[in-house]
């Protein structure tokens, strides 16, 4: 399985972004597909989960109201819709796959493959 992700950047706060994470070598959809964050000193930290359908998404308290997560199992591809973007978001976000039936990890050890990381950098 190899995941791709997409769509980091430098924006103000306030700005919008969006990730995406493309997944190959397996059937997408068997697959939840989380997102997680790190900075530099501080641990990774789960940001949102989607089931394989799309129709459950969980966050993050910090995070809830200003990402979206979705999926396109047709296109093999997640996303994470992120606006009012803030200074505390700056981080490397990873994107991670686990083949967990109907449960969605909200812990890094939960997931079996991840992405590279891109960087998401909010001025302060």
């Known amino acids: 399985v190899q995941l791709v992700e997409s769509g980091g950047g430098l924006v103000y706060p306030g700005g919008s972004l969006r990730l995406s994470c493309v997944l190959s070598?397996?059937?997408?959809?068997?697959?939840?597909m989380g997102w997680f964050r790190q900075s530099p000193g501080k641990e990774r930290e789960f940001v949102a989960a989607?089931?394989?359908?799309?129709?459950?998404?969980s966050y993050r308290e910090s995070v809830k109201g200003r990402f979206t997560g979705s999926r396109d199992n047709s296109k093999n591809t997640a996303w994470l819709q992120m606006d009012s973007l803030k200074p505390e978001d700056t981080a490397t976000y990873y994107c991670?796959?686990?083949?967990?039936?109907?449960?969605?990890?909200?812990?890094?050890?939960?997931?079996?493959?991840w992405g590279q990381g891109t960087q998401v950098t909010v001025f302060s």
């Open positions: 989607i089931n394989w359908s799309g129709d459950s998404v």
């Open positions: 991670a796959a686990c083949k967990c039936g109907l449960i969605i990890p909200d812990r890094a050890s939960g997931y079996e493959y």
């Open positions: 070598g397996r059937t997408f959809s068997d697959y939840v």
